[in-house]
């Protein structure tokens, strides 16, 4: 079993930044995903970003490339989402996840542990 524990949520105005982390306990990651998602009211869970937890190479959805960053920190098995230029139409839970497996996928149903979810709320 895989637990994740997020933070980093906020209200904030559009422009800021934010960083989300994600920590995560129970097994050693090897070659998988580390995802995020987001979810707005009303609409579908949406792919943000992931990266390989073995190497580091990172991939993003269009809606945030030049303005998102993940990263991760193998000592602290804890992964992140750094937020700049935050907009109105980022606002959403945001939830982190865990593929476990090598190949990359952008679909939620294909992530097998989620974290609970910390919201995100940018102003205009």
């Known amino acids: 079993q895989v637990q994740l524990v997020e933070s980093g949520g906020g209200l904030l105005q559009a422009g800021a930044s934010l960083r989300l982390s994600c920590a995560a306990s129970?097994?050693?990651?090897?070659?998988?995903?580390m995802g995020w998602f987001r979810q707005a009211p009303g609409k579908e869970r949406e792919y943000v970003a992931a990266i390989r937890w073995s190497i580091g190479s990172t991939y993003y959805a269009d809606s945030v490339k030049g303005r998102f960053a993940i990263s991760r920190d193998n000592t602290k098995n804890t992964w992140y989402l750094q937020m700049n230029s935050l907009k109105p139409e980022d606002t959403a839970v945001y939830y982190c996840?865990?593929?476990?497996?090598?190949?990359?996928?952008?679909?939620?149903?294909?992530?097998?542990?989620w974290g609970q979810g910390t919201q995100v709320t940018v102003s205009s």
């Open positions: 996840a865990v593929r476990t497996s090598a190949t990359l996928i952008t679909r939620a149903g294909g992530y097998d542990y």
């Open positions: 129970g097994r050693t990651f090897g070659n998988y995903i």
